[in-house]
């Protein structure tokens, strides 16, 4: 007999990706779609290409016709009800570590674009409505509160539609909306026990771990809820740690599985050379859009091997500034399911780790946002239950293997030393803006 699948599609910032899995959570199929054309440096994209990436991503899963659809992708993005324009959060106006204060401002930039007439929708949302979904829904995660303006609220995992026949999908097919991609990252790694934690990869990345909802209440930091209700997740995203490593590959014309293996051979520490990886500004801990990236100590002797090792070391740095952040104001962390395309490298999981100083987890299929959105399609046709309707393990994950951690002391001192670097870094750009301002007439 024929497998019963769901099947969930990640919108990212490149790509569109698609996994179909069966009721046990086996991956059956998978399909990867990038986008024609990339986003703008400020973050303002026409949303139709992530229709036809998604489009493209369910089509080339080659499966007979699934049971749901569920759909999440990156955010805080907020687009146009009628598709003139998304803005995602790179939109300077939006930059903030408070998801609803961005909307907030695209939706200002919106409607002095284009009128008062602007409808916002989330970026899954607007999605599912062009495949056969409810035009006037909004996806709520529990227990968040509904974005004003977005639409009818609607809990993560309830089905808006089905398909009706068009773009080449079969008709009837449940349409159900996911949540952004770290929610459903969190969701497809099981990051639903206190001290369990989770990078989600992919172009940008960060640190969330799973705490006792309560127990952190002041804590200063990033936050969301589990899965699971009761369990909250703190940390925080950063910016652009993937993006670092292609845009490395882009500078040198050496594809990045090269310039990896190449950076096998240069032992940890890099020979002294130290990077910041704000190529887009710094979002957790220290939340400054305008930090840039860096490299420090470079010598005559050094090869591009130095630099791709330097710039892996610090990305796991930027995880372990989050980390301490964390740990200084109580949370555990036991261990960290590290997901996306960076976890293909076991060199990069290793650094991690070892900076980390906990066991990486490493999924067999690393998209855990797109397994998320999956789970997302099942809960709707009750196959799980949704989100803040379950406990711990009442969803399957892909199976996944371990990296121990292998503490090196030179890694410690990196960590200060990067901390300390990015310190001067902050101190002196907040010296040019005073100075900027002083010169005002």
């Known amino acids: 007999m024929t497998h019963q699948v769901v099947v969930g599609v990640d919108v990212g910032s490149g790509s569109a990706r698609a996994v179909a899995i069966d009721r046990s959570g086996r991956v059956i199929a998978t399909s990867f779609s990038p986008y024609q054309g990339g986003e703008t440096a400020v973050g303002a994209v026409d949303p139709q290409r992530w229709l036809e990436g998604t489009l493209a991503a369910l089509g080339g899963l080659g499966i007979p016709t699934p049971l749901a659809i569920g759909i999440g992708g990156h955010g805080p993005t907020t687009v146009s009800a009628t598709g003139e324009l998304a803005l995602t959060f790179r939109y300077p106006i939006g930059e903030s570590s408070n998801p609803r204060l961005q909307h907030e401002a695209h939706i200002a930039v919106l409607r002095h674009r284009f009128g008062n007439h602007v409808e916002p929708r989330q970026l899954w949302d607007w999605v599912l409505s062009r495949l056969g979904g409810r035009a006037d829904s909004q996806s709520v995660w529990p227990p ?11 809990p993560v995992g309830s089905v808006v539609g089905v398909t009706g026949g068009e773009f080449g999908l079969p008709a009837g097919i449940a349409l159900v909306p996911g949540s952004h991609d770290a929610h459903m990252t969190a969701w497809g790694g099981g990051i639903d026990i206190p001290g369990r934690g989770f990078d989600p990869g992919g172009r940008t990345g960060g640190l969330g771990v799973a705490v006792e909802a309560g127990k952190h209440a002041g804590l200063d930091s990033y936050s969301m809820p589990s899965p699971v209700s009761g369990v909250h997740i703190v940390g925080g995203p950063v910016a652009a740690h993937g993006a670092l490593l292609d845009w490395w590959a882009g500078i040198t014309g050496s594809p990045l599985s090269e310039l990896l293996a190449e950076a096998e051979s240069v032992p940890p520490g890099s020979a002294g050379v130290t990077a910041l990886p704000f190529l887009d500004g710094e979002r957790a801990p220290r939340w400054n859009p305008e930090l840039r990236a860096e490299i420090a100590g470079l010598h005559l002797s050094h090869d591009r091997r130095v630099v791709t090792r330097a710039l892996l070391e610090s990305t796991a740095y930027g995880l372990g500034h989050i980390a301490l952040t964390l740990r200084a104001q109580g949370v555990a962390i036991d261990r960290v399911v590290c997901s996306g395309a960076p976890s293909r490298s076991r060199l990069w999981c290793r650094i991690k780790a070892a900076v980390l100083e906990v066991p990486l987890d490493i999924p067999e299929y690393e998209q855990l946002a797109c397994y998320g959105a999956a789970l997302g399609a099942g809960s709707g046709i009750g196959w799980w239950p ?52 002083d010169q005002r007439p």
């Open 144 to 154: 968040n509160e509904p974005l004003s303006e977005f639409g009818e609220p609607v």
């Open 386 to 437: 949704r989100p803040g309707s379950g406990v711990a393990g009442a969803w399957p994950r892909p199976a996944m293997t371990t990296v121990e951690p292998e503490p090196v002391e030179v890694y410690r001192r990196g960590l200060t030393r990067f901390i300390q670097a990015g310190d001067v870094a902050s101190a002196r750009l907040s010296r040019r803006g005073d100075s900027q301002r």
